[in-house]
C-alpha cells in the first residue's frame, strides 16, 4: 500500500517547480555547479531529496530545466530587424545583462569542462534550444535581405555572445546594454549585412 501511495504521489508543478528552479539557480550562482548539491536546494527549498529525484533524476537534469525557467518569456523577439532582434534577445532578464544570468554563466561554464553529464545535457537540452532561437533570428533577416548571400550564419551568430561573456569573464567589463550594442554595431552588423 505504501508503494502503490508513493507511485501516484502528485508531481512538482507549477509555482512550487518554479521555486525549486529559482532555488537551485540561486545556489549555483553562490556556490558553483561543483559545490551545489541535490540537498542543499531540498533544504533551501523546504523539500525532500526524495522530491526532487522523483521529478529530477540527476543535478545536471535540475540545473538545465532551472536554466530553462530562468528565461523570462519563451516568444522571440520580432522587431523587424536584425539589430532590434539581437538587442531585445540579449539585454535584459534572462539575458547577457542580466547579473543573475551571467553568475549562473560563470559556473556553467566551470561545470562544462568537469562533469560529461551536465556538458552533455547542457549542450543538447539547453545550447540546443539557443542555436534554434538563434537560427530563427538569423533566418528572419535573411528573408528580409539584410544578410549578404556569402555570409556563414553558423559561424557569425555566436559572435555576439561570445564577444560579450570574453570581456565580462576575462576582462572584467560589465555586460551592459551598451556594450552588447557596440558590438552588434561595430562587429555583427558590419560583418552580416551588405556593403554600400
Same mark, same amino acid.
Request: aromatic letters at 4%; one cysteine or more.
Given at each position: 500500500?505504501?508503494?502503490?501511495?508513493?507511485?501516484? /504521489?502528485?508531481?512538482?508543478e507549477?509555482?512550487?517547480?518554479?521555486?525549486?528552479l529559482? $532555488?537551485? +539557480?540561486?545556489?549555483?550562482?553562490?556556490? &558553483?555547479?561543483?559545490?551545489?548539491?541535490?540537498?542543499? =536546494?531540498?533544504?533551501?527549498?523546504?523539500?525532500?531529496?526524495? @522530491?526532487l529525484?522523483?521529478?529530477?533524476?540527476?543535478?545536471?537534469?535540475?540545473?538545465?530545466d532551472?536554466?530553462?525557467?530562468?528565461?523570462?518569456? $519563451?516568444?522571440?523577439?520580432?522587431?523587424?530587424s536584425?539589430?532590434g532582434? !539581437?538587442?531585445?534577445?540579449?539585454?535584459?532578464?534572462?539575458?547577457?545583462?542580466?547579473?543573475?544570468?551571467?553568475?549562473?554563466?560563470?559556473?556553467?561554464?566551470?561545470?562544462? &569542462? /568537469?562533469?560529461e553529464?551536465?556538458?552533455?545535457?547542457?549542450?543538447?537540452?539547453?545550447? &540546443?534550444?539557443? !542555436?534554434e532561437a538563434?537560427? @530563427?533570428?538569423?533566418?528572419?533577416? /535573411?528573408?528580409?535581405?539584410e544578410?549578404?548571400?556569402d555570409?556563414d550564419v553558423?559561424?557569425l551568430?555566436?559572435? !555576439?555572445?561570445? =564577444?560579450?561573456?570574453?570581456?565580462?569573464?576575462? !576582462?572584467?567589463?560589465?555586460? @551592459?546594454?551598451? +556594450?552588447?550594442?557596440? =558590438?552588434?554595431?561595430?562587429?555583427?552588423l558590419?560583418?552580416?549585412?551588405?556593403?554600400?
Amino acid at each position: 500500500m505504501n508503494l502503490a501511495r508513493a507511485l501516484h /504521489r502528485p508531481r512538482i508543478e507549477g509555482e512550487r517547480e518554479q521555486e525549486i528552479l529559482e $532555488t537551485a +539557480l540561486a545556489i549555483l550562482a553562490e556556490v &558553483g555547479y561543483d559545490r551545489m548539491t541535490m540537498d542543499a =536546494v531540498a533544504a533551501r527549498a523546504k523539500a525532500s531529496k526524495a @522530491t526532487l529525484y522523483r521529478r529530477w533524476s540527476s543535478k545536471a537534469k535540475l540545473v538545465i530545466d532551472a536554466l530553462h525557467a530562468n528565461k523570462s518569456t $519563451t516568444d522571440l523577439p520580432d522587431t523587424g530587424s536584425l539589430k532590434g532582434d !539581437l538587442e531585445a534577445a540579449f539585454c535584459g532578464l534572462g539575458g547577457l545583462t542580466d547579473p543573475q544570468m551571467l553568475a549562473t554563466m560563470s559556473s556553467v561554464i566551470t561545470a562544462i &569542462g /568537469r562533469d560529461e553529464e551536465f556538458a552533455g545535457e547542457f549542450r543538447e537540452h539547453f545550447i &540546443g534550444a539557443k !542555436l534554434e532561437a538563434s537560427r @530563427t533570428i538569423w533566418e528572419r533577416a /535573411r528573408k528580409r535581405g539584410e544578410l549578404r548571400p556569402d555570409l556563414d550564419v553558423d559561424l557569425l551568430s555566436h559572435a !555576439l555572445a561570445g =564577444v560579450v561573456m570574453h570581456r565580462a569573464f576575462m !576582462l572584467g567589463e560589465p555586460a @551592459t546594454e551598451d +556594450l552588447i550594442t557596440r =558590438v552588434i554595431d561595430q562587429i555583427i552588423l558590419p560583418a552580416a549585412t551588405h556593403k554600400d
